[in-house]
């Protein structure tokens, strides 16, 4: 089964650039959307297809994708961004939705 | 602004069954795709099933193995969750998701299903 790999925290000062990295084999040829989820709430989407951004979501988020890795950047990351992410794909294949293994945020 | 809201979760015994309810407004509900994802105590995201518009196509994760049914009362904008046979390991907030495209655009706040003796 298609797994997606990303790592399990990631530190980052406060004003600084966070980037959170989710690898699959070719996962550069899917679409690939990012969630952040705070303690005790739902899911947000903040990126969708690779790098567009729903309404709402400030421009300081942004991703890309290629070849074996998406990435989901915090530009000028603030107290607020710290949450856990996972990132996502829907696999065409077997018609399920797999989700990354998620990544801890903590802003220091 | 669409909201979904789920509810049927509680305590159950190992081997029971129990059936969960989101209830959608503000969006057309027959007009999308809807989905369950859960998320074990202190664990990661886990997508559970799919159910197209009109209910004819299906989709369940692998783990599933028949326990699972996924259904929709689109007079009602209800999609439902039929879990059978439940282990301690289905402990769980389940959450009710829209999907537009192949992600998930709006989000319930969860229901949480805790099997234990």
């Known amino acids: 089964s298609y797994v997606l790999t990303q790592p399990p925290s990631v530190s980052v000062a406060p004003g600084q650039t966070a980037r959170i990295s989710c690898g699959g084999s070719?996962?550069?040829?899917?679409?690939v959307h990012w969630y952040q989820q705070k303690p005790g709430q739902a899911p947000v989407l903040v990126v969708y297809?690779?790098?567009d951004r729903p309404s709402g979501i400030p421009e300081r988020f942004s991703g890309s994708n290629s070849g074996n890795t998406a990435t989901l950047t915090i530009s000028r990351v603030e107290a607020g961004d710290e949450a856990d992410y996972y990132c996502?794909?829907?696999?065409?294949?077997?018609?399920?939705?797999?989700f990354g293994t998620g990544t801890k945020v903590t802003v220091l | 602004e669409a909201q979904l809201l789920e509810s049927g979760g509680g305590l159950v015994q190992p081997g029971g069954s129990r059936r969960l309810s989101c209830v959608g407004s503000?969006?057309?509900?027959?007009?999308?795709?809807m989905s369950w994802v859960r998320q074990a105590p202190g664990k990661g995201l886990e997508w559970v099933s799919a159910?197209?518009?009109?209910?004819?196509?299906?989709y369940y994760a692998d783990f599933v193995k028949g326990r699972f049914t996924i259904s929709r009362d689109n007079s009602k904008s209800t999609l439902f969750l039929q879990i059978n046979s439940l282990r301690v390991e289905d402990t769980a907030v389940y959450f009710c998701?829209?999907?537009?495209?192949?992600?998930?655009?709006?989000w319930g706040q969860g229901t949480v299903v805790t099997v234990s003796s």
């Open positions: 998701a829209k999907i537009f495209g192949d992600k998930f655009d709006y």
């Open positions: 503000g969006l057309t509900f027959s007009n999308y795709v």
């Open positions: 159910i197209s518009g009109s209910g004819g196509r299906t």
């Open positions: 070719n996962i550069g040829i899917i679409s």
């Open positions: 297809d690779d790098s």
């Open positions: 996502q794909v829907w696999n065409r294949n077997t018609d399920q939705a797999i």
